[in-house]
């Protein structure tokens, strides 16, 4: 089941040089596979977890997550 | 696959490759007269399959490891512990059901060892339902 929230997180890694799906779940304290998974938008990553990706690419929490019904 | 992905595979081929043969053993000979299902021979297949599950699981998992990057290795995080915590409930109300359901050969005259056996069965439905559930779930997303 589509989960109602869209991300921009493929993009945004492409942004910032690349960034490899495995550097990102480096960054935040995950596995690469869930990292996919919300990529993917099969799984919602709790609030804390949405800011530490978020504040990795510095920008704010509604530039990579948004509620998409 | 995340390592424990690899985890939950191992455990289900471990447990049904030792268990299946154990229980294979055990009500395949039910048919002749030198099934060992109430008897002492259960205890000795039992530790066989025992010791070979253990022997198993051991050298798959080192061999997962191996084949994992470090940083797969590392503590389960928040993704991870939830399909734990929901395939382990799933688990849970399996072997609460094949429990009740243990009345079942207890009404039909099964005692002692032969009930030990029926209730290693429940144990080993919601071991292996345990994997399963983590599996898809870890296929699926969560």
């Known amino acids: 089941m589509a989960l109602p929230i869209v991300n921009h997180i493929r993009r945004l890694r ?3 040089g690349e960034m ?4 990102l779940a480096e960054r935040i304290g995950m596995t690469r596979q869930t990292v996919a998974a919300i990529e993917a938008g099969k799984y919602s990553p709790s609030l804390e977890a949405a800011f530490r990706i978020a504040h990795v690419f510095g920008v704010g929490l509604d530039d990579v997550f948004q509620w998409d019904e | 696959m995340s390592f424990r992905e690899k985890s939950a595979w191992i ?83 399996v072997l609460m059901l094949l429990a009740v359901g243990l009345f079942a050969p207890a009404f039909f005259g099964h ?18 339902t345990v994997a399963v559930a983590q599996i898809v779930m870890f296929r699926r997303g969560v």
């Open chain 1, 14 to 16: 492409f942004e910032h």
């Open chain 1, 20 to 23: 490899t799906q495995s550097a």
């Open chain 2, 11 to 93: 455990t289900l081929v471990s447990v049904l490759i030792c268990f299946g043969a154990y229980f294979a053993e055990l009500f395949g000979g039910l048919a002749s007269d030198q099934h060992h299902f109430g008897g002492l021979g259960s205890l000795h297949l039992l530790l066989l399959s025992v010791l070979a599950l253990v022997a198993l699981q051991v050298i798959l998992t080192i061999v997962a490891a191996l084949t994992t990057p470090k940083a797969g290795r590392g503590l389960a995080d928040e993704r991870e512990r939830l399909i734990q915590l929901r395939s382990q409930s799933l688990g849970y109300h």
């Open chain 2, 111 to 128: 005692r002692g060892i032969e009930m030990a056996n029926f209730a290693l069965l429940a144990v080993v439905i919601a071991t292996l």
